[in-house]
Structures are given as C-alpha cells and as structure tokens.
C-alpha cells in the first residue's frame, strides 16, 4: 500500500475545504469583515498547506489498488472533520475542543445535530461555512458511493456490495467522468433551485441560499434558534418538505427521470414504497395530533406531521414544532421513520428502503418457501433478481446497524444521559438524522451532554456515513487479503 498515493488524494479533498473556507472569509469581508474573517482566512491557508504538499512531492498515479481507494475515502472523510474543527476553534465562543468536532463531525456527515445554544450569534461567514461543510459532505458521500467504488473492479468488500444495490447500479451505466457530471449537476441544479424557490417565498438570498444547501444535504443544519420554526410559513413548509423529499431519492433516478429515460421514479418500486411510507406515516401522525387536541384543525396538524416525518425519515432534521410534547404515537412513528430513512444513492443515512423492502421480501419469501420447501424462490426489486449475497449483507447490516445502537444507548447512560435521550441521540447520531427526543429533541441540542457522549455519537455519526463497514474495515486494514 502506498502512503504518499493515499495522501496526494486526500491532499486534493483538503484544498476543496480551502476553497470553502476562503469563500466563506469572503462572505464575512463582504459582511463588514466580522469576526470570523480572521478565523476563515488563516483556517483556509492551514487547510491549503496540508493539502499542496504531498501534491507537490507525489506524482499522479493512474490507478489504486482496494486497499488504497478505502483509504483515500476513509482518511478523506476523517481528516475533513479534523480540518473542519479549525475555524470553530479559532474563532472560539461556545466551541469547545469536543464541541468543535462535534460540531465538524456532524456537519460532514450530513446528521445537522448542533451543540450551539445560540446559533443566530454567529456571524455570516462562520454560518456559511457550517453550511459549507454539510453540504460538501452530501456531495462527497454520493461521490464516494457512485464514483470512488465502481472503479475499484469487482472488489469483494461489504461496503461495496452493500452501499451499491442494483438499483443504483443500474442507473449508472457510465464512464466515472459522466457520473461526477450527472452528480453535479443534479446536486447543484436542485440547490439552485430550492434557493429560488425559497427566496421567491420572501427568504433573503441568504438564507434561501444556506437552507438550500442543507436540505439538500439532508443536513438540517439551521440559522435559527427555533429551526424553520422562525419564519413561520406554509409556503416554506411545502417547499422543504419537497426539497427533503426530493434529496431523499436516488441521484440517479432524478436525472433519469429529468432526461426522459426509461428508468425513472415513475417505474421504481422502491420510489413507490417510500412514497407510501411518507405518505402514510404523515398521515398516522396527523390523525393522532388532531385526536389528542395539539392542533385545532387537521390541516395543520397534516402540515407539521408531514415536515417532521418527512424531515427525520430523510435524515434532514428540520423543525417547524417541538415533537417532545407530541402523543408518544407520534413519538415511535418518528423514531421509526429515524431508523429506516431515505433511498440508497442519496445524501441520506440510515438503513434505507432499499435493505427494508429487501427484508421485508426476505421475510415474505421465507413463509412461503415454509409452505413450500421444494419451492425456487427469487427475490426482486424493481423487476432485478438480488442475489443471496446481497440479501445476506442487508441483513448482516440491519443487525449491526441495531446493535450499534444498544452499543451506544447503554455507553451514554453510563455517563448519566436518560434512556429516552440515550437511545434517540444514538438513532439520530448513526442515521444522521439529527434531532432526537428527551433531551436532544428538535427544538433543543446536544450540548448539555457530557464530552464523552458526545464523542461517541460522532462516532456513531461516522460509522452511519460511512455504511459501517467501511469506517470498520478501515482499522482492521492490516487483516485484508
């Protein structure tokens, strides 16, 4: 394995943060030059340096062997969060060294969940680059999914096998080149358009521009204390609840369906199945907040069940009421909507449709191959035979994915966190979802935890970005074959 290969690679993802962080420096000059320039501008030159030199000593190699690319993507993803932390530090206030990565940690994955009490005290640079960072990470998981593992040949690793379902080959039957452009143009291409759509709902630019961002992302990163709460407004309500729907698909399937080809959200299974799932766990919310009396007409009570749902379920994490004083029915229709999230080859975490809807068929075949043993049985999703080592690795990711969060529900209530807070910070940390319930529920945030607990749900952040396998794999490295 070739070290100097694995950092000039990453040396190219730092100099992408350093383009950020100096845009960001920009913004605040242009704001007065307010008290993040400084932070931003020397954050930027630091990110730079750590990035040119092994560009400078190392020569461009043509290809990577396995080990290397998971590396590149791994050490990518780790050292972005390292980076990530310098302008919260320089810049000080409430970041803390936990809190800073905390905060890093959880803008890269794309989980928006915040230790900030008072995120309107900070300047418009540093919020634009905390919108930066969530974003970029959105990008770079669909990159790292739809670009990095297809050129890696016919790699046996989980990570592959699983973050690469049919469906999401199927709709990338292209040159890696033409997938980077498919990606952006689709990811830019819907920012651009939820900002307009926003601004033209009386959002300044500004804050269209970084919503857009996050909900793109499915961040949920916000800019105000009370979430989208703040501004109060059906007609933003209905176009975020379109732009985490949206971000929640395939990549793939967006542009497919946008180029007129055959393979489109139209004829897609798994569409259909989350679809449904949106529809009708909105619904249940609904019926149960109009009954217990929370809302005075069930219009409204649709309205704020159908962003909260849509909202865990795609793992963007915005807010519009506190879902802490919800019907415990409303409770567990969230949590499950925390656990199985969006589609496979989106910027969402969590199991996904895809593996739910393999399981759930799994299951489905097993009754029946009880009733008839002779019987040959195929699994199917959106008309494509899976294989039996597809279904065993869902399955084999489903039981780690819960396991990890009884890992991390008893490790926060060893530090005196409550169950309630334990186990829903756990959920939202490793589906990146964001707000929990107790004590991190959506109106309020992570930093009444104590340190420890709050570094193992980053960790739990970065295994669930990371499709847990491949941040595993990392550390055992010395192991592979």
Same mark, same amino acid.
């Given at each position: ?18 383009? @950020? ?10 704001? /007065? ?48 969060c390292v980076v990530g932390m310098f302008p919260y530090l ?26 900030l009490q008072d995120v309107e005290a900070l300047p418009k ?74 601004? #033209? ?48 698909? /395939? ?57 909260? @749902? ?25 949590? #499950? ?22 399981? #759930?068929?799994? @299951? ?7 009733? /008839? ?18 279904? /065993?690795?869902?399955?084999? @990711? ?72 491949? #941040? ?10």
């Open positions: 394995m070739r070290v100097n290969v694995i950092l000039r690679y990453v040396g190219m993802v730092m100099l992408l943060l350093s383009t @950020f962080m100096f845009v960001s420096a920009g913004i605040s000059f242009m704001n /007065h030059m307010d008290s993040a320039f400084y932070p931003l501008l020397l954050s930027s030159l630091l990110t730079a340096l750590l990035g040119g030199f092994p560009l400078i000593f190392v020569e461009k190699q043509e290809r990577i062997t396995n080990k290397e690319g998971f590396c590149i993507v791994v050490g990518s993803w780790l050292l972005a320089i810049w000080g206030g409430e970041f803390s060294l936990i809190n800073a990565w905390f905060e890093s940690v959880s803008g890269f994955t794309t989980t928006g969940s915040s230790i640079g540093l919020m634009f680059w905390r919108m930066s960072s969530t974003w970029v990470g959105g990008m770079g998981v669909v990159m790292f999914a739809l670009v990095i593992l297809p050129v890696l040949g016919s790699s046996k690793m989980m990570l592959s096998s699983v973050e690469m379902s049919p469906l999401a080959k199927d709709n990338y039957r292209y040159r890696a080149q033409m997938i980077v452009r498919i990606l952006l143009v689709v990811y830019v291409g819907l920012t651009a358009l939820f900002t307009l759509l926003l601004r #033209l709902a009386d959002m300044s630019w500004f804050d269209a521009l970084c919503h857009s961002m996050s909900a793109c992302a499915t961040s949920g990163f916000g800019m105000k204390n009370a979430s989208v709460a703040f501004y109060d407004s059906a007609a933003i309500d209905v176009i975020l609840i379109f732009a985490m729907a949206i971000a929640g698909l /395939h990549f793939g399937m967006i542009y497919a369906t946008v180029s007129g080809k055959s393979n489109n959200v139209f004829r897609s299974e798994v569409v259909r199945f989350y679809a449904a799932m949106l529809l009708g766990g909105s619904l249940l919310i609904a019926i149960s907040l109009y009954w217990a009396d929370v809302y005075s007409s069930f219009l409204a009570a649709f309205r704020h069940a159908t962003f909260q @749902f849509v909202s865990v379920t795609t793992t963007t994490g915005f807010a519009t009421a506190d879902s802490n004083v919800w019907p415990g029915f409303a409770i567990i229709i969230l949590i #499950l909507g925390s656990l199985v999230c969006a589609c496979a080859g989106s910027t969402a975490g969590g199991i996904k449709v895809n593996r739910l809807l393999m399981a #759930l068929k799994l @299951f489905y075949a097993r009754m029946k191959q009880q009733q /008839h043993p002779s019987a040959v049985i195929r699994i199917r999703i959106d008309g494509i035979i899976q294989e039996s080592d597809t279904l /065993h690795t869902v399955t084999l @990711f489903i039981v780690t994915y819960l396991i990890l969060i009884l890992i991390g529900t008893i490790l926060l209530t060893l530090c005196g966190v409550d169950l309630m807070s334990s186990f829903s910070g756990c959920v939202a940390s490793i589906g990146n979802v964001g707000p929990g319930f107790g004590e991190v529920g959506s109106m309020d945030n992570y930093s009444a935890l104590p340190s420890v607990a709050k570094f193992v749900l980053t960790v739990l952040m970065l295994l669930g970005r990371l499709e847990i396998f491949g #941040l595993l794999q990392f550390f055992l490295i010395k192991w592979w074959k």
